[in-house]
């Protein structure tokens, strides 16, 4: 079953209400743009408990964040958060790779320390609009669904 797929099965099956559904998966998106890496699967579970969600669901929304997928969402918060705040992306280009050791860390640094707030500011606010909007969504199609089942008599 393809991946899209079961994630669907996953948010629409779930024994639960629409608005915790769908907060869950909201969250769990949100968490996925969180801007500190290594901390999604402990947040999302925290939070889960905390809050009383749908552990499951909101994992699901939290592992929109993979391997494959956290370079372009990441490049697009950096590239958000640089025109937000007037930044220029460009300090990127000053690293200077063939460096080994010490002199590529201190590179590299030099090279991504300007784009650190950007990172920040554009990952929440980007995440903040898809946890939004995909909470809105789900809402709604579970409503959806809820209202077109036919009643247990």
Known sequence: MSRPRTVKRIIFQVHDTPNRVAASFGLGIFIAFFPLLGIHIAMALALSVLLRLNRVVLLVGAFVNNPWTIAPMYTAGTLLGCALLGVSPASLADV?????GLELLHS??????PLLLPFVVGNLLLGTVGGVGSFAV??????????????AT
Do not use: D, K, M, N
């Open 96 to 100: 200077e790779w063939s460096l080994t």
């Open 108 to 113: 590299v640094r030099a090279g991504l320390g």
């Open 138 to 151: 789900v809402r709604a199609v579970l409503l959806r669904r809820a209202a077109a089942a036919p009643r």
